[in-house]
DNA sequence: TCATCTACGTGCGCTAGCATACAGACGACA
DNA sequence: TGTCGTCTGTATGCTAGCGCACGTAGATGA
């Protein structure tokens, strides 16, 4: 297990970049802009004309979509394994989502054009980003799926495992508060179903601080979404190596 | 307004292909194959993977994951304003959801590696395909605001009004149960909210078909999301023409 | 015209999650 | 060490939507 704090930057800790053949990332190597990312930071509101796209490495940003009422619910999940400003590709340039983070952490950009012009190029790179493109929209679907049918205790579950895995550590700094802000449902939602997994032994914490001790116990309260989408995130980027 | 069933199948009738330049339209015209889509159909399960392409003029498309415990949600909806088969074009070839068609009517498909050969040529096609996929990101991750937050009568209208934009009639030939399918509601639910609609004046149905009478007024009645979703399309696909 | 099937209406008890309110407890910081 | 703001636990009622069950009315076809 890799110290989460300690270790320096560097941007192979994003799993896109890593993938990268050596002269692709090379080529944009001298582009990337090391960027700190504190707790609450806002990469792009809603309608913003996105300028950069970022690759994160240890900061894990949420999507989420708010509504006119003030009640927001979130879309998905940005961490290591992907990169944020998908629509900058796509050519819509802006979302009706916002992006913000919710672990502090770092991450590297890219210029707007710059990323551009390597995509346009339509080599390795283009085929990597489409694939997370996919691996996205499953989370996507997956989080519209889970919220129609599951309960809090599942979501939160589907919820801290995706966070985990985009952690090097199994201990995630969170208040209640915020996790409920992002699966859209009442704080006092989140500490009865944190209880229950807290007396059940999968979890302990203290305040803003959860540890999750037994990940397996976790999968299995969890709902088959959590599968669903790691299955998909692995079977549409894990060979990525053998692109080239 | 255009007759429904009398009318001839063309592909322009499908958005995205009327919208391709002409050189381009007329490229691939020779490989279009028409295909009638009767109400069931299911273009693919879960983990097919796909062969084609489907540009739908007159169909429309639901696309469902199924729950291990036989529940189902629909993620989104696909008719003449869109195509079937993105995953083809960001290479994962399959998807995690199933397609079946819920308005009988029809549709173009496009071989694989004809669709593939188009879109790596990078120019128009690829422009248009990608801020289409971008659009259906969006009406993705607002089925999944809405089933987060909002009222099954509001997400009937949303279904509705989203089903009646790609319709030429305002008659849509649906059963309650179907509709309940497609929301991953009880048919009780719809039974209920439909009453609602039918007592205020919005809409008239009988058996297995449902008049939209006051389109205004079922806007009104609905959450943001549909307006979200379509203000989305519109300015993600609407100035098309001008791509070339 | 009748039989039958399918779609639709309705009622009843139940539960998850909501809104609100308040109390205790931890921890940062002076 | 004490203070105070923030985070967490708990209680009370309330409502939307669920599961189940049954009745009725269009449609369809012999």
Partial sequence: MVSPLSEQPSPKQNHLLAAL????????????????LPLGEVLYESGDQLQHVYFLTSAIVSLNYLMENGASAEIAGVGNEGVLGVSILMGGNTTTSRASVH???????LKRQV???????????????????QALMTQISQT????????VEQQLCRWLLL?????PSNELILTQELI???LGVRREGITEAAGNL????????????????DRLGMEGRSCECYKVVKNEFH???NDLGRHE
């Fill in 180 to 182: 409920a802000g992002m």
């Fill in 21 to 36: 053949p050596t002269e692709i990332f090379e080529r944009i190597a001298p582009y990337l802009e090391l960027i700190k």
């Fill in 198 to 213: 807290q007396r059940a032994g999968f979890i302990s914490y203290r305040r803003g601080h959860i540890t999750v001790i």
């Fill in 103 to 109: 672990t502090a952490g770092h991450g590297y950009r």
């Fill in 163 to 167: 966070t985990l895995d985009r952690l």
């Fill in 115 to 133: 990323m551009m012009n390597e995509f346009n190029r339509g080599g390795p790179m283009m085929a990597l980003l489409l694939r997370y493109t």
């Fill in 235 to 237: 079977r549409l980027l």
């Fill in 144 to 151: 519209a799926v889970c919220n129609r049918h599951h309960s």
